[in-house]
């Protein structure tokens, strides 16, 4: 025991005499963010019974809008990004946590963005009301900083939703996926 003792002290005293730790003291402050999608492609899947019976996929301009609002951890946001989106006779509601770390620092800062939450999907003049599933998606993009508050964010999201009920006896799969082009406009307090 005295051995194993001895011995980690000497590892360790060569090691803290000749490296410089320095601590940094994370302050978080929050942040909100306004999110809007200029262009989506959205695929659509449903099948019943494991027999695909719709596949449509889509190309639409000013799609959806959100927010996202968190705490900002030196840059790294972690938060909270509720979003509502309606096309024709289909809507659908998800809450997301989502992370976004950027890669470097300065007022241009490449980011990754990754969040995973749930869903709410309602269709109309259907049995297919309130079914809960998964969401998830990822994300890049650039980041920029006009000052310590204020900034903009530019960005190529992939995000989707997987939802699967019962309606007389038909096992139905929902499951809906696309890309996402935004453009962010956020604030830190």
């Excluded at 969401?135 to 997987?162: D, P, Q, W």
Aim: negative net charge; proline residues 3%.
């Amino acid at each position: 025991m005295k051995k194993i003792f001895l011995t980690t002290i000497l590892a360790i005293l060569p090691i803290s005499a000749f490296a410089e730790i320095e601590y940094q003291i994370i302050k978080p402050k929050f942040f909100i963010e306004y999110n809007a999608t200029i262009l989506s492609s959205v695929g659509t899947k449903t099948k019943a019974n494991d027999t695909v019976i719709s596949d449509v996929d889509t190309l639409n301009f000013n799609t959806g809008n959100g927010i996202f609002i968190g705490s900002d951890f030196n840059g790294i946001q972690l938060g909270v990004s509720p979003s509502y989106s309606e096309q024709e006779e289909t809507s659908a509601f998800d809450l997301m946590l989502k992370l976004d770390v950027p890669f470097m620092e300065g007022n241009f800062q490449p980011y990754v963005s990754l969040s995973a939450g749930f869903g709410v999907l309602s269709i109309d003049n259907s049995n297919i009301d309130n079914e809960l599933g998964f969401a998830y998606g990822i994300g890049g993009g650039v980041k920029y900083s006009f000052s310590e508050n204020v900034y903009m964010k530019f960005g190529l999201e992939y995000a989707g939703m997987n939802f699967s009920t019962s309606v007389e006896n038909v096992d139905i799969d929902l499951t809906s996926s696309g890309f996402g082009l935004t453009a962010n406009f956020g604030y830190v307090f």
